[in-house]
């Protein structure tokens, strides 16, 4: 049997990357909510916050593990599998994840200690600091890494050198590269994605605890907290994704046109389609359902302006000639697939939108936690957003196809020359055994830690009053006679 390399050598990083990705985006968007959480502490002195601050935290922990558990593998991809694409892109690579290991991981991994084993070893403005410190390492963590991707997308600040097999990008302008021509947009929307994913895993877990009567002050509390924040993010998302959508129209615009569907210049202005299934053989989308004219609306503000076709020599990168023999089809990403992941992320963005808005309205009702069905909703939702940041990923990295590093190296020739498609199927049958065996063991730790829930707060005083109730019971111990007696917390003399 004759395996391909390169295919199984795609296959496997889009497997590694998948699994990866789950965890990620639920540690930069529960990190923000933690520094709410805890920030309400220090604001209120209530005490109920900091239970809930700690709780979130010891499941932060866990997620923190297993992104970098699963994130190892990655890195010894681009030297196995694509060596070629490593030598190419090395030099420019090489700066950005340095800068992702000193700004971010450090960062980090540093002060995670002191947010887990610190509570009663260090000040609570100590330990807010460490929170605040954990939360924006992971967001750096992530810009670094879509500024390298980004990069392969819409690259800048770099010459080539070399000829040949030893041809590679050599940095120019670091900032040019950080700060490339698709960077800003994709970053705001791959956090955005991800406060999104938080948000909805805190009210997962909220809405199971008060579906089953447990800990209910605590999940009113989170749930309240975690719905506002995702409601934000989701309307933020459409805005984002619009954005966005309009900078790849001018940078890389065979992406939108598969996104779209759009194979051939229509007059009067390119239709949106909302459903459909792109036959690249007809040219057309069979079964569509379409809003005239719309895209070309949404992309130049004009019902009527013509946005570039799958069809049109301008899909191809500036400057390049096709080589003798090919077709601007050859130059066509999957359409099918990118059609299906663009909309089923637009499908779920909407979604979210549609559920977390009218949950806000019966919040303030005060009538959301009678909604039994509602809350079971809630608690499947988080589902969508895992979904929604796994399909916009696909989507952007499968329309850059057919090129790795876009308009100076295709996918087809930067993989390793000297691994063998055996190799890659053996190590892709031993990664999913691991990732398998880690992905149960997270789920299982994950679910006891659920189960048992948070601490349970000691009788007494239930709010900011304890701490000052606390300090006035040790100043009239020690204004006492001089016997042992001391006043009992929670006991009314």
């Given at each position: ?17 998948a ?11 529960l ?8 920030g ?7 005490v109920?916050?900091?239970v809930m ?19 190892i593998?990655?890195?010894f ?30 960062l980090?991994?540093g ?15 100590m ?7 954990v ?14 991707n980004?990069?392969?997308q ?12 030893d041809?590679?990008a050599?940095l120019?302008?670091f ?5 490339n ?6 970053l ?18 909220s ?10 002050d ?5 749930f309240?907290i975690?719905?506002p ?28 046109a598969?996104f779209?569907?759009?194979f051939?210049k229509i ?33 130049h ?6 946005v570039?076709?799958?069809d049109?020599?301008?899909?191809l ?22 059609f299906?992941?663009?909309?089923l992320?637009?499908g ?9 808005v009218?949950?806000?309205?019966l ?17 499947f ?7 929604a ?5 696909a ?19 930067a993989?390793s020359k ?6 890659v199927?053996t ?9 398998l065996s ?9 679910d ?36 042992s ?9």
């Amino acid at each position: 049997m004759d395996l391909d390399p390169v295919f199984l050598a795609r296959a496997q990083f889009a497997l590694t990357i998948a699994f990866h990705y789950i965890f990620p985006p639920l540690s930069i968007g529960l990190g923000m909510l933690m520094v709410i959480m805890e920030g309400m502490y220090m604001v209120t002195k209530d005490v109920r916050y900091e239970v809930m601050a700690k709780f979130w935290t010891k499941i932060f922990a866990l997620i923190f593990a297993m992104g970098v558990a699963s994130g190892i593998v990655m890195e010894f991809q681009f030297g196995t599998n694509w060596a070629t694409y490593s030598r190419f892109v090395g030099d420019i690579f090489g700066s950005a994840l340095a800068a992702e290991a000193i700004f971010a991981f450090f960062l980090e991994s540093g002060f995670l200690a002191v947010l887990v084993f610190g509570w009663d070893r260090v000040s609570p403005r100590m330990h807010f600091f460490a929170t605040v410190m954990v939360a924006l390492g992971s967001i750096f963590s992530a810009v670094w890494i879509v500024v390298a991707n980004s990069w392969q997308q819409t690259p800048a600040g770099y010459h080539i050198v070399g000829v040949g097999l030893d041809r590679r990008a050599e940095l120019t302008d670091f900032w040019a590269m950080v700060f490339n021509p698709s960077a800003v947009e994709r970053l705001t929307h791959v956090i955005i994605g991800a406060f999104i994913l938080g948000g909805f895993f805190v009210m997962s877990v909220s809405a199971y605890y008060l579906l089953k009567g447990r800990h209910e002050d605590f999940a009113r509390r989170s749930f309240g907290i975690a719905l506002p924040f995702a409601a934000v993010f989701s309307i933020a998302a459409l805005l984002s994704g619009h954005s966005q959508a309009v900078n790849v129209a001018k940078t890389q615009p065979a992406k939108l046109a598969a996104f779209e569907g759009h194979f051939t210049k229509i007059d009067g202005g390119a239709p949106l389609y909302i459903l459909g299934i792109p036959s690249e053989e007809q040219r057309r989308v069979r079964g569509g359902v379409a809003i005239p004219g719309m895209l070309s609306f949404l992309v130049h503000g004009d019902w009527s302006e013509p946005v570039t076709p799958l069809d049109d020599p301008a899909i191809l990168p500036e400057g390049h000639v096709m080589a003798a023999g090919e077709t601007l089809s050859d130059y066509w990403p999957p359409v099918n697939a990118c059609f299906q992941l663009y909309h089923l992320m637009v499908g779920l963005g909407m979604l979210f939108i549609l559920l977390t808005v009218p949950a806000l309205v019966l919040r303030w009702r005060g009538t959301l936690f009678e909604k039994r069905t509602l809350l079971w909703v809630f608690v499947f939702a988080v589902i969508g957003p895992i979904i929604a940041n796994q399909a916009g990923w696909a989507a952007a990295e499968i329309g850059r196809q057919p090129w790795i590093v876009y308009g100076m190296l295709k996918t087809a020739d930067a993989a390793s020359k000297a691994v063998s498609g055996a190799e890659v199927l053996t190590s892709i049958i031993l990664f999913s055994l691991i990732y398998l065996s880690l992905l149960v063991v997270w789920i299982y730790v994950m679910d006891s830690k659920i189960r048992v829930g948070p601490e349970e707060l000691e009788a007494g005083p239930p709010s900011a009053a304890r701490e000052r109730w606390l300090n006035a019971a040790t100043r009239r111990a020690d204004a006492s006679t001089g016997d042992s007696v001391t006043e009992v917390p929670g006991e009314d003399r």
